[in-house]
């Protein structure tokens, strides 16, 4: 990760000794704080709260909470099935305590399992970013939404690694931030990452996305994703569906960058995705200030599910892959049950 314009030894989550480290993003930008987590029930509340976000990081937390549970002697059965309550939609929470749990079956510890779980993570996102960059070409216009960056995974990212692999290579290009209510995860922590990493970019609202589009201000939409059904249809944060039509609308491409982790293969389609739906006062406040009138109330749905019909392709570790390749890539590959994946 990069921190005030140089590397650091510093990721968004990781197991020190018997304690879980986390960058709290919840702090961010005005503060870097790395918070200390001690049990299962520290590690479910922070992903609960959002202290940690980003599907592959909730994954990585979720087996390090496993470890720290194999630690405290605590039952990892029921650890498990704690921090499966955390966060409905996010596939890579699931897939990862699942990864955890046949690890321990399998003879090794929970700890051993956590620990290649992250290292898997940074070499997929690696990966992703070799991949990715030749989609970025020298003065780009590039939209993105929500965070997919180093801070959404253990590190380096998803949206985040072609930009630093295409910055690497020496291109130059510009990044559209999308705020990404309500809880500004774009102009909070996307922008926070762009300017460590010196990309050039700009906050927009996220009603701006029509009209930069329209104007023919966008080269390139580049998204995350939280979870992908077997036909490809992908739920995101709550925003990125209205994108992904306009972008089809104007003829630009729409790409979402994605491990093959975040693909739920019990899914079959987009109508399976559970869609979290978070407290309203998320919505109702900004920093504990109300601003609606009170007695109004809100429905703060947390993601939208875009068709794949509007995705022209995905980024990820096996490199760029259309949505009729997934679908291809679907057989074969063992399959969880919709019970046990959206518990």
């Not at 304690?19 to 001690?38: F, G, N, S, T, W």
Request: hydrophobic share 40%.
């Amino acid at each position: 990760m990069i921190v005030d314009g140089s590397p650091r030894e510093l990721k968004t989550v990781w197991l020190e000794d018997d304690v879980v480290k986390m960058i709290d993003q919840r702090a961010l930008p005005h503060d870097l704080r790395v918070l200390e987590l001690r049990d299962v029930e520290d590690v479910a509340r922070a992903i609960e709260t959002m202290t940690i976000r980003g599907a592959p990081a909730i994954g990585a937390a979720a087996a390090y909470g496993l470890a720290l549970a194999e630690a405290r002697g605590t039952d990892l059965r029921r650890a498990a099935d704690r921090l499966r309550r955390t966060r409905p939609t996010g596939q890579d929470l699931f897939s990862a305590i699942d990864r955890v749990m046949r690890a321990v079956e399998g003879g090794s510890s929970a700890r051993e399992g956590a620990e290649a779980l992250a290292r898997e993570d940074e070499e997929r996102c690696r990966a992703i970013g070799r991949h990715g960059k030749r989609l970025i070409k020298e003065g780009m216009r590039i939209l993105t939404h929500c965070n997919a960056g180093a801070l959404a995974t253990v590190d380096v990212g998803t949206v985040m690694a072609p930009l630093r692999a295409a910055r690497d290579a020496g291109r130059e290009f510009f990044v559209y931030v999308s705020e990404t209510r309500p809880r500004l995860q774009g102009a909070r922590l996307t922008a926070w990452e762009l300017g460590q990493e010196g990309i050039d970019h700009a906050v927009v609202v996220d009603g701006a996305a029509g009209l930069l589009l329209q104007r023919g201000d966008v080269d390139l939409v580049l998204v995350g994703a939280d979870r992908i059904a077997a036909n490809g249809d992908t739920a995101n944060k709550i925003g990125t569906y209205p994108k992904a039509v306009l972008a089809k609308a104007h003829g630009v491409p729409f790409y979402v960058a994605a491990p093959m982790t975040t693909v739920d293969w019990g899914a079959r389609n987009g109508r399976a995705i559970p869609i979290e739906e978070r407290p309203e006062e998320e919505i109702l406040e900004v920093d504990g200030v109300r601003i609606a009138p009170k007695g109004t109330r809100a429905r703060n749905f947390a993601f939208d599910v875009t068709p794949a019909r509007f995705i022209t392709g995905f980024i990820t570790e096996l490199g760029i892959l259309k949505p009729a390749d997934l679908r291809k890539r679907r057989r074969g590959t063992p399959r969880r049950t919709r019970a046990r994946t959206s518990k």
